[in-house]
Nanobody
Framework: QVRLVESGGGSVQAGGSLRLSCAGY????????MGWFRQAPGKEREGVAA???????NYANSVKGRFTIFQDNAKATVYLQMNSLKPDDTAMYYC???????????????????WGQGTQVTVSS
């Protein structure tokens, strides 16, 4: 059974940085595409970034140039490095896994069947 555990959220001032981690358990990590999503209060869950096992990536326009997704296959962990954070980045961030191979890795939530519990990111102005 797939289990995803996020960590690294917190509170930061605008312009600051955070790194989120998502450890995967119970499945063969490299056979899945991994994604990061976020959901602010009253808003739809939106895709932020995704990465395939070959390292190919995909980003939402709102985070391009500020966020970087990368993974350590040996540790079965995917990361989201977030720089130049803005108050609009405030949300609950979720890690998700999609079984199979995707080109490009999708950032729409309907591709993903397994989700973590989320970690809160709060950016103050």
């Amino acid at each position: 059974q797939v289990r995803l555990v996020e960590s690294g959220g917190g509170s930061v001032q605008a312009g600051g940085s955070l790194r989120l981690s998502c450890a995967g358990y119970g499945y063969t990590f490299i056979t899945y595409c991994m994604g990061w999503f976020r959901q602010a209060p009253g808003k739809e869950r939106e895709g932020v970034a995704a990465i395939e096992s070959d390292g190919s990536t995909n980003y939402a326009n709102s985070v391009k140039g500020r966020f970087t997704i990368f993974q350590d296959n040996a540790k079965a962990t995917v990361y989201l490095q977030m720089n130049s954070l803005k108050p609009d980045d405030t949300a609950m961030y979720y890690c998700a896994a999609a079984r199979g191979w995707y080109k490009p890795p999708p950032i729409h939530r309907y591709a993903y069947g397994d989700w973590g519990q989320g970690t809160q990111v709060t950016v103050s102005s």
